[in-house]
């Protein structure tokens, strides 16, 4: 990976305002995916939708703050919060589909090898920040795929169409990843 380059304050601040939109836009899905899981889930569904919610939040919040903030001390801070916090929603994600579809030993099983590899990868943001940047891109993606290792259960537990969403987020999300690796 090459050397990061610094953002205009023009970038910055367009970041800053599309991030809070994206802020805007994840607290009004937490809103729509809690009342929808109340009506018609049960306490899986509440607690996945939920999770889901608050880590897509999380994500946007951090990002929306670290883009605000101008070079200095804070904004290293930020920018680990910022990192750390794509590691909360990649778990997060999966939390729905594992908690709710999947629910058995393979959902859970999924469900604590993604929220273990979130909190390596936290960790890994924290104390090494600027070090070991591909380790990074390996667990994102690892993350992003772990789910192959129980794809019968999973095409057992979601329907046909849940499935073309989740392989086609997959696609453009690994391709995401290049856009990471390179800039």
């Known amino acids: 990976m090459r050397k990061k380059r610094q ?4 970038e910055e601040l367009a970041n800053a305002i599309t991030h809070g939109i994206g802020l805007g836009l994840a607290i009004a899905a937490l809103v729509i995916l ?9 306490i899986w569904h509440l607690a996945g939708f939920a999770i ?8 946007y919040l951090a990002s929306t703050i670290y883009h605000s903030f101008p ?33 058995g030993p393979w959902g859970w ?19 090494f920040m600027n070090k070991l940047k591909y380790l990074s891109l390996i667990l994102y993606i690892a993350m992003g795929w772990l789910i192959v290792i129980a794809i019968r259960p999973l095409i057992e537990s979601v329907g046909t169409t849940s499935l ?4 086609a987020g997959g696609l453009f999300y690994t391709l995401g990843t290049i856009f990471y690796a390179w800039k």
């Open 109 to 127: 099983t999924i469900f604590g090898i993604v929220w273990a590899i979130a909190l390596l990868g936290i960790l890994l943001k924290i104390f």
């Open 34 to 42: 809690v009342v929808y899981a109340n009506l018609r889930g049960d």
């Open 71 to 103: 070079d200095g001390k804070w904004k290293k801070t930020l920018r680990i919060i910022d990192h750390a916090s794509i590691f909360l929603l990649i778990a997060g994600t999966y939390t729905p589909v594992t908690l709710t579809a999947m629910r």
């Open 7 to 10: 953002q205009t304050p023009a």
């Open 52 to 59: 889901f919610g608050v880590t897509l939040i999380t994500l």
């Open 164 to 167: 073309i969403f989740l392989v």
